[in-house]
């Protein structure tokens, strides 16, 4: 599986931003997909995760309530929708897909990643 992020950019706290992935190669649908983050001089932390069919989500506490990952299979997409951003948000944003098919936040799970999108919060 190809995956391409796209997506980011500079964003003032309490903005919105939506990420996609696209992806390519493989039945997309027979993926989980997840989108972790990396802040610099921290390390990759999961985000959230969405199952390959019945579309079951996973959101790391951080992130529950302000973030919404979703799929379109018939697009070969999968998105994040971010709202209320901060500071703390800012990282290269990486999309991942899982032959798991259910959503999980174990890093060693996702077969395939794409080549992040930087997300930059701040006034």
């Known amino acids: 599986v190809q995956l391409q992020a796209s997506g980011g950019g500079l964003v003032q706290p309490g903005g919105s931003l939506r990420l996609s992935c696209a992806a390519s190669?493989?039945?997309?649908?027979?993926?989980?997909m997840g989108w972790f983050r990396q802040a610099p001089g921290k390390e990759r932390e999961f985000v959230a995760a969405?199952?390959?069919?019945?579309?079951?989500?996973y959101y790391a506490d951080s992130v529950k309530g302000r973030f919404t990952i979703s799929r379109d299979n018939a697009k070969n997409t999968v998105y994040l929708q971010m709202n209320s951003l901060n500071g703390e948000d800012t990282a290269v944003y990486y999309c991942?897909?899982?032959?798991?098919?259910?959503?999980?936040?174990?890093?060693?799970?996702?077969?395939?990643w794409g080549q992040g999108t930087q997300v930059t919060v701040s006034s």
């Open positions: 991942a897909a899982s032959s798991t098919t259910y959503p999980t936040m174990r890093t060693n799970y996702y077969n395939y």
């Open positions: 190669g493989r039945t997309f649908s027979n993926y989980a």
């Open positions: 969405i199952s390959s069919r019945n579309f079951l989500t």
